[in-house]
């Protein structure tokens, strides 16, 4: 029963989150040029676009879970 509870908020959380942010992004470093003891780097940054049906499943599923544990 309560791990249900756990799950079910965990979800709704990651949901919320999901649908706040839209996608994940991060910053990729890469040599471009090496001399001698020069190096030359570009950052580039990259996103992972998160669908937002990702986020509604997320929700209504956490929504289940905690209905389903309560009614244990």
């Given at each position: 029963m309560a791990?249900?509870r756990i799950?079910?908020?965990?979800?709704?959380?990651l949901?919320?989150?999901?649908?706040?942010?839209?996608?994940?992004?991060?910053?990729?470093?890469?040599?471009?040029?090496?001399?001698?003891?020069?190096?030359?780097?570009?950052?580039?940054?990259?996103?992972?676009?998160?669908?937002?049906?990702?986020?509604g499943?997320?929700?209504?599923?956490?929504?289940?879970?905690?209905?389903?544990?309560?009614?244990?």
């Amino acid at each position: 029963m309560a791990a249900l509870r756990i799950v079910g908020i965990a979800l709704l959380v990651l949901g919320i989150l999901s649908l706040a942010y839209q996608g994940i992004t991060y910053t990729k470093s890469e040599k471009v040029l090496e001399v001698g003891p020069i190096t030359a780097t570009k950052e580039t940054t990259k996103t992972i676009p998160l669908p937002p049906v990702l986020g509604g499943v997320a929700l209504v599923g956490g929504l289940v879970l905690l209905v389903a544990g309560a009614r244990r």
